[in-house]
């Protein structure tokens, strides 16, 4: 979980996960959080409930993933923010559903359920043009290009490009996507899933992070 000065939302969002489905089924779990050096005391509440803290002073959404996922030892791995908006409580069904059906790579549909509150209308509006845009110039069928929860092998990193390559921004997340399905020996799949409303301050700027998602997009097609 990348996180910012979510001292509101780490708690909960770690709390939510069924431990006990872990320790039931003898699966190993550990939680880790990277941290941008968050000035409250998101840092505090997550080693009190259990996870391991990585800092990262480089800002940006995709360095901190880039940085944390560099780090993990596990087979499969789940990410989401940390302000409990994703459904951590379903992680562990998301998790056997990647086992059973034998896939590779799961990317989660928050508009199948949207809870009130939970996403504005132009957020809604610049996500389904950042899809609809995606699906048009990279042939892949998926309906939330932004979802940031992803159930995935850590294995199948070797069969994309290099972590570093990706970008350090926002655009991580729908370049993990495109990486993903476009590849003919990864199994992809999108499920329905949901948002909750975001507890603490939000701190996406949609049009400006939309923007940048978007030339991102119109950039990888053409240089890749």
């Known amino acids: 979980m990348p996180t910012l000065n979510e001292e509101e939302g780490i708690g909960k969002t770690i709390d939510s996960i069924n431990k006990n489905f872990f320790k039931d089924n003898s699966w190993e779990l550990e939680i880790f959080i990277v941290d941008g050096n968050s000035k409250d005391k998101t840092q505090k509440i997550a080693k009190v409930k259990g996870a391991k803290v990585i800092i990262e002073k480089r800002r940006g959404y995709g360095r901190a993933y880039k940085t ?7 087979d499969i791995i789940v990410t989401g923010d940390g302000d409990a908006t994703y ?26 359920k949207l809870k009130h509150g939970s996403m504005s209308i132009k957020h809604a509006f610049g996500n389904i043009v950042l899809a609809t845009v995606l699906r048009v110039l990279f042939l892949i069928n998926i309906r939330d290009s932004q979802s940031g929860m992803w159930i995935f092998r850590k294995e199948v990193l070797k069969k994309i490009q290099p972590l570093e390559k990706f970008n ?4 991580f997340s729908e370049e993990i996507k495109i990486e993903m399905f476009s ?3 990864i199994k992809c799949k999108e499920i329905p899933s949901t948002l909750y409303t975001r507890k603490g301050k939000v701190k996406l700027e949609s049009f400006k992070d939309g923007w940048k998602n978007l030339k991102f997009l119109f950039k990888k097609r053409v240089t890749s």
Not at 68 to 74: D, E, K, R, T, V
Not at 93 to 105: N, P, R, T, V
């Open 68 to 74: 944390g996922i560099s780090q993990l030892n596990g």
């Open 87 to 112: 459904p951590f409580d379903k992680i562990h069904d998301y998790i056997q559903q990647l086992l059973d059906e034998q896939l590779d790579f799961i990317t989660t549909d928050r508009f199948a």
């Open 168 to 171: 350090n921004g926002m655009p």
């Open 183 to 185: 590849s003919k020996d």
